[in-house]
């Protein structure tokens, strides 16, 4: 299976890496590096997460409160979103009705 994160998805990692940095020199590289063994995963575990709204898999992360939200499609995995948990569902039901494909 083949991985591949778009744009929306990297600009939300960018933002979870800010924010961690901002809390403790590293933390942010840190977390790049969690969320991305997680999202290698997929690889060999796409599509055995739940669905959501009906349309996209959640994979939550091991070491941060974070979801990715991907898709299947072929032999791809599309990670369109990688959200904080901590947000409230109803903004991450909106923000994920918006990347309806």
């Given at each position: 299976?083949?991985i591949r994160?778009?744009?929306?998805?990297?600009?939300?990692?960018?933002?979870?890496?800010?924010?961690?940095?901002?809390?403790?020199?590293?933390?942010?590289?840190?977390?790049?590096?969690?969320?991305?063994?997680?999202?290698?995963?997929?690889?060999?575990?796409?599509?055995?997460?739940?669905?959501?709204?009906?349309?996209?898999h959640r994979?939550?992360?091991?070491?941060?409160?974070?979801?990715?939200?991907?898709?299947?499609?072929?032999?791809?995995?599309?990670?369109?979103?990688?959200?904080?948990?901590?947000?409230?569902?109803?903004?991450?039901r909106e923000?994920?009705?918006?990347?309806?494909?």
């Open positions: 299976m083949k994160i778009l744009p929306a998805a990297e600009q939300d990692l960018i933002g979870g890496f800010h924010f961690y940095e901002a809390q403790e020199k590293g933390l942010g590289h840190y977390f790049l590096d969690s969320v991305f063994a997680d999202i290698d995963s997929l690889q060999l575990y796409a599509g055995i997460h739940p669905i959501h709204f009906d349309l996209f994979l939550l992360t091991k070491r941060f409160p974070f979801a990715v939200y991907y898709q299947l499609e072929g032999d791809q995995a599309l990670v369109l979103a990688v959200l904080d948990c901590r947000r409230r569902p109803a903004w991450i923000h994920m009705k918006k990347m309806e494909r």
